[in-house]
T-cell receptor, first 116, second 114 residues
Framework: GAVVSQHPSRVICKSGTSVKIECRSLDFQATTMFWYRQFPKKSLMLMAT?????????EQGVEKDKFLINHASLTLSTLTVTSAHPEDSSFYIC????????????FGPGTRLLVL | GDSVTQMEGPVTLSEEACLTINCTYTATGYPSLFWYVQYPGEGLQLLLK?????DKGSNKGFEATYRKETTSFHLEKGSVQVSDSAVYFCALSWYAGSQGNLIFGKGTKLSVKP
């Protein structure tokens, strides 16, 4: 099946720094990518939907200036956590919709962020 | 708002035991329902789905039936294997496929012992 990768898989950073997480569709073109956040023992929460070449659509309560999303190509979307704080520590998961197979969404393995 | 509730884990079973993971949803209307599985170190994968009431989704020996009367979509397997050890997520969407926004349950970790 289609593969979505995320990099890095785990990152530890100091409070106040910015962290960039990459999400790549390896063998298909993704017109739409989704970013989710998962807290321990909680559901995955959709943060934003990004379409290639346009601005991301953020869910209610998600700060767009803090979680910058760029979807510059059909195979790459990035999430940048700006001025990270300990409360941003979480598990971030991306998914990508295969533009050729409309009913399939493929998930990346996730990125564990720890802000000290 | 819409939500999904699934049983708390972890669930530990012996090989060949029967599995049921309960999932109920709250929504106005009849969404599509999904079960996703996440194996260690991998991304979520679609396991099965049902798009309307009384539909049964099945894959790899797993089954789930969309019950609108009880707003449930319980996951079942008659005989689990060690390779079924993973985290299972129930989810709903207002899209028939999985291409749109998904609302997930908290996930249930299953460990199968030989």
């Amino acid at each position: 099946g289609a593969v979505v990768s995320q990099h890095p898989s785990r990152v530890i950073c100091k409070s106040g720094t910015s962290v960039k997480i990459e999400c790549r569709s390896l063998d298909f073109q993704a017109t739409t990518m989704f970013w989710y956040r998962q807290f321990p023992k909680k559901s995955l929460m959709l943060m934003a939907t990004s379409n290639e070449g346009s601005k991301a659509t953020y869910e209610q309560g998600v700060e767009k200036d803090k979680f910058l999303i760029n979807h510059a190509s059909l195979t790459l979307s990035t999430l940048t956590v700006t001025s990270a704080h300990p409360e941003d520590s979480s598990f971030y998961i991306c998914s990508a919709r295969d533009g050729g197979v409309q009913e399939t969404q493929y998930f990346g393995p996730g990125t564990r962020l720890l802000v000290l | 708002g819409d939500s999904v509730t699934q049983m708390e884990g972890p669930v530990t079973l012996s090989e060949e035991a029967c599995l049921t993971i309960n999932c109920t949803y709250t929504a106005t209307g009849y969404p599509s329902l999904f079960w996703y599985v996440q194996y260690p170190g991998e991304g979520l994968q679609l396991l099965l789905k049902a798009t309307k009431a009384d539909d049964k989704g099945s894959n790899k020996g797993f089954e789930a039936t969309y019950r609108k009367e009880t707003t449930s979509f319980h996951l079942e397997k008659g005989s689990v294997q060690v390779s079924d050890s993973a985290v299972y997520f129930c989810a709903l969407s207002w899209y028939a496929g999985s291409q749109g926004n998904l609302i997930f349950g908290k996930g249930t970790k299953l460990s199968v012992k030989p």
